[in-house]
């Protein structure tokens, strides 16, 4: 049994619903669907702001595998949207463990809309539902956009590429390294602009929430070819130390070397960076000495730098993180939109060698 969970305002829904007939057709599965209100607002602060990001997010998503962005808000798979029919939905989703619209959930784990599909493919696949044409299986629907690494000609100016990073995030440790190799494959400037954690700005993180985030990093850093798991949590005065550390770090020119130890520390090396010893070895290994991390604990203009991080953030829209902005493009956000990234780094690229008119 899938279970499917729509919400009919919620664009990632709608592109879901139009997947709905090609799973049974391809499983040999009953799929049951289940209308739901929008998450609560602790679980999706910023409501108008995620309404906005998700149409524009979605549109750009569909364009992109040649989908046309649904505008009804009824699908044939669901006719049910009276209340009573939404409390249902509710009920069994918060029983199952989720707070999100556009869920699709299977013997136990969740899958986020069209974006992770695929992980539902492999578990029918793997369970031996499969239905084959012409005795071979069916690829995924929906594969993971894969990074073009395009062999591109000299440019005549360096894009600026801003990575909204931050240090209690797991998915901006799986973002890290790729947004790095972006920058530096594609010439660009980049900047890392460090927020404190939601939870540390006031924006709530409910356990529901935080739960599925470490499930889905974790099946996302095994796909990468990343670790994780062994987690100390920096919360707190971790993070507070480690922006401290990470702000003289971009000063000598090693922040990407101790952003990656420190998200990798707490991540998956059960680093504990709330102590001496712990912040002292992060910082050794990204080549900052104990002069540096002194002289980094004795200020607190990062503050107001990650201040202004996060209104620059928010004046394109967005508040969570890993997020990322080529100048002159909109913001994305999330390190499974890393795609995007890249394509607005071609298309800058492409904007500075285009020959001038009449030369």
Not at 9 to 21: M, N, R
Not at 135 to 164: D, E
Not at 179 to 184: G, M, Q, S
Request: proline fraction near 8%.
């Amino acid at each position: 049994m899938v279970h499917y969970f729509h919400q009919f305002d919620d664009p990632y829904s709608q592109l879901a619903a139009t997947q709905l007939e090609a799973l049974q057709q391809r499983y040999r599965i009953a799929l049951r669907c289940h209308p739901v209100p929008p998450p609560d607002a602790r679980a999706a602060p910023q409501a108008a702001a995620l309404a906005a990001w998700s149409r524009r997010d979605a549109t750009r998503w569909a364009t992109h595998f040649g989908l046309s962005v649904p505008t009804i808000r009824e699908s044939p798979p669901i006719a049910a949207n009276s209340p009573a029919d939404l409390e249902r939905g509710q009920r069994l989703r918060t029983r199952l463990g989720h707070y999100l619209g556009g869920m699709f959930y299977f013997e136990g784990e969740w899958y986020w809309g069209l974006d992770r599909l695929h992980y539902l493919e492999a578990r029918l696949c793997a369970a031996g539902l499969a239905r084959r044409a012409m005795g071979v299986a069916m690829p995924p629907l929906f594969p993971p956009p894969a990074l073009q690494w395009r062999a591109l000609s000299p440019a005549t100016a360096r894009p600026v590429l801003h990575f909204f990073c931050s240090l209690r995030s797991p998915y901006t440790w799986l973002a890290v390294e790729r947004v790095c190799r972006l920058a530096k494959h594609y010439g660009a400037e980049l900047r890392f602009d460090y927020l404190l954690p939601m939870v540390m700005r006031g924006l709530p993180v409910p356990w529901i929430k935080r739960r599925y985030i470490l499930l889905d990093t974790k099946r996302e850093a095994t796909r990468l070819g990343l670790p994780f798991g062994d987690i100390v949590d920096p919360v707190g005065l971790p993070t507070e130390r480690g922006l401290a550390v990470l702000q003289r770090a971009i000063e000598l020119g090693c922040g990407e070397a101790f952003l990656r130890s420190f998200l990798c520390g707490v991540f998956a090396e059960g680093i504990d960076a709330g102590s001496a010893a712990g912040l002292a070895l992060l910082a050794e290994r990204a080549g900052l000495a104990d002069v540096d991390v002194e002289h980094a604990l004795a200020g607190t203009h990062w503050r107001a730098i990650a201040e202004g991080h996060r209104s620059d953030l928010a004046g394109h829209g967005l508040w969570g993180v890993p997020s990322f902005q080529v100048e002159g493009f909109p913001a994305v956000w999330g390190q499974d939109r890393l795609w995007m990234v890249e394509e607005d780094l071609i298309t800058a690229h492409q904007r500075t060698t285009q020959p001038t008119r009449g030369a």
